[in-house]
């Protein structure tokens, strides 16, 4: 019974299963002469979006210039052989990876290595579209060189410049040999020797030390980024400092509200400016800082794959990065761990002057009620006072009423007295009208309740 197993899987099964041979390394013989380009995909720092694009062009101009169908633009590996040369291409997330390899003739001497190097049957047009955008160049050079190691380290220091040079057995059957410096020809050099590396061990120790090179210099771009941001720091951390020392001396010493109130306010302007100086200084370095520490330990992984065992007299690849890569990247780590300590700290300051922004407003709101509270005090004084004055004049005119109708009906014939009447009812008017008035405000209150 046949399975169409295609509907059967989930449609990242293949791609997820070829992932881990999406970069195979290169199988190599000695001797071979390899030159390794990385070129960076990004501007300032930040890996561009359309990089990947460009990459692809600039493998596409390539493959055209020599007659070869270029990879489809979802390819992150490519290899061909072009003749006199193979070539190696890799896709990553900020950077692209050019790695030519050409086959040298036995017996060549060690100073003679770097003289038939790969770069020179690449057209010059070519890698003019590379300006400003190489972040890696380096030579590498496989020999197969049967000297004792400290007679062929004598002859390799003739193909570096630097005075240290860092050498090391690998894999129980190797050698690497370099310095790390960019040479005169704008190349970093390195030489592995094959003393006995079995089939395909020189494929992957090559790969290996040239991704050492490659990712040291990528986690390498997070160090000027430190030391930008060390002065910054400096002086957002005095500014707070200088602010602290205010927030001290406002508390002790007396302030009016209203000054109190706009120092402290003052002081929440200049914290929140400061707040904003190192959120944008944050989210200036964070990404390149994380992406150098995963670098760095790619770069120690890579060391650790090597094996290495000491040659007398030479620091090997793993003492060298200790001793130049390590501080660089510690540094990152300590700017990085700065800047978050030094915005808690700023958070801190921020709510701690917050609450005390608002226990001022608060007395200043206490006070404004106080204040409140006397007016209605006052007012309710002057209408009582007004009240009474109401009782009076409303009695005084009902009274003159009633006297009007007193003296008519003495007229009428009734035996009145209209002087002594009007002075009898005049109690009872004023005693009516002051229970009237209170009696209307009780409703009036009980309205607004």
Same mark, same amino acid.
């Given at each position: 019974m046949t399975i169409a197993t295609s509907r059967l899987n989930h449609p990242l099964r293949i791609p997820l299963a070829a992932e881990v041979h999406s970069r195979p390394f290169m199988f190599l013989g000695a001797p071979e002469a390899i030159t390794h380009l990385a070129v960076y995909m990004g501007e300032g720092g930040e890996p561009s979006p359309g990089g990947a694009n460009d990459q692809h062009a600039l493998l596409a101009g390539l493959c055209a210039h020599f007659g070869v169908a270029p990879?489809?633009?979802?390819?992150?590996?490519?290899?061909?052989?072009?003749?006199?040369?193979?070539?190696?291409?890799?896709?990553?997330?900020?950077?692209?990876?050019?790695?030519?390899?050409?086959?040298?003739?036995?017996?060549?001497?060690?100073?003679?290595?770097?003289?038939?190097?790969?770069?020179?049957?690449?057209?010059?047009?070519?890698?003019?579209?590379?300006?400003?955008?190489?972040?890696?160049?380096?030579?590498?050079?496989?020999?197969?060189?049967?000297?004792?190691?400290?007679?062929?380290?004598?002859?390799?220091?003739?193909?570096?410049?630097? =005075?240290?040079?860092?050498?090391?057995?690998? @894999? /129980? +059957?190797? %050698?690497?040999?370099?310095?790390? &410096?960019?040479?005169?020809?704008?190349?970093?050099?390195?030489?592995?020797?094959?003393?006995?590396?079995?089939?395909?061990?020189?494929?992957?120790?090559?790969?290996?030390?040239?991704?050492?090179?490659?990712?040291?210099?990528?986690?390498?771009?997070?160090?000027? =980024?430190?030391?930008?941001?060390?002065?910054? @720091? /400096? +002086?957002? %951390?005095?500014?707070?400092?200088? &602010?602290?020392?205010?927030?001290?001396?406002?508390?002790?010493?007396?302030?009016?509200?209203?000054?109190?109130?706009?120092?402290?306010?003052?002081l929440l302007n200049m914290i929140t400016r400061l707040a904003a100086r190192t959120e944008k200084l944050a989210l200036e370095n964070s990404y390149r800082f994380s992406a150098s520490q995963a670098y760095f330990k790619l770069v120690q992984a890579r060391i650790e794959e090597l094996r290495e065992t000491r040659i007398e007299g030479f620091p090997t690849v793993e003492e060298f990065m200790e001793r130049r890569l390590a501080p660089a990247m510690h540094t990152c780590q300590a700017v990085s761990r700065r800047q978050e300590i030094l915005a808690e700290r700023i958070a801190r300051t921020n709510d701690l002057l917050r609450t005390r922004v608002g226990i001022t407003q608060e007395r200043q709101n206490r006070r404004i009620l106080e204040s409140l509270n006397a007016r209605a005090a006052q007012q309710l004084r002057l209408q009582q006072a007004v009240e009474g004055l109401s009782v009076v004049a409303i009695s005084y005119y009902l009274t003159g009423l009633l006297g009007y109708a007193i003296k008519a009906a003495k007229v009428a014939g009734l035996p009145l007295n209209p002087e002594l009447a009007t002075g009898l009812v005049l109690p009872f008017v004023a005693a009516g009208v002051w229970l009237g008035l209170r009696r209307m405000r009780g409703r009036l209150h009980a309205g607004h309740g």
């Open positions: 990879p489809s633009a979802e390819a992150r590996y490519f290899f061909h052989e072009f003749g006199r040369f193979r070539l190696k291409w890799e896709c990553h997330t900020e950077f692209a990876t050019y790695t030519f390899a050409a086959r040298q003739e036995r017996g060549t001497a060690v100073g003679d290595a770097f003289a038939g190097v790969p770069l020179q049957l690449i057209p010059q047009d070519w890698l003019l579209s590379l300006q400003g955008k190489l972040m890696v160049g380096a030579h590498l050079y496989l020999d197969t060189s049967g000297l004792p190691s400290p007679d062929y380290a004598a002859q390799a220091r003739s193909v570096f410049e630097g =005075r240290l040079l860092a050498g090391s057995r690998v @894999l /129980n +059957g190797g %050698e690497i040999w370099t310095d790390f &410096l960019v040479q005169s020809d704008g190349f970093s050099r390195f030489l592995v020797r094959d003393t006995g590396l079995q089939e395909q061990q020189a494929g992957r120790l090559v790969q290996r030390v040239l991704e050492i090179e490659t990712y040291r210099m990528m986690a390498l771009l997070g160090f000027p =980024r430190a030391q930008r941001a060390i002065p910054q @720091l /400096n +002086g957002i %951390e005095d500014e707070l400092e200088t &602010l602290t020392s205010a927030m001290v001396d406002t508390d002790g010493k007396p302030q009016l509200g209203d000054d109190q109130a706009d120092a402290e306010q003052a």
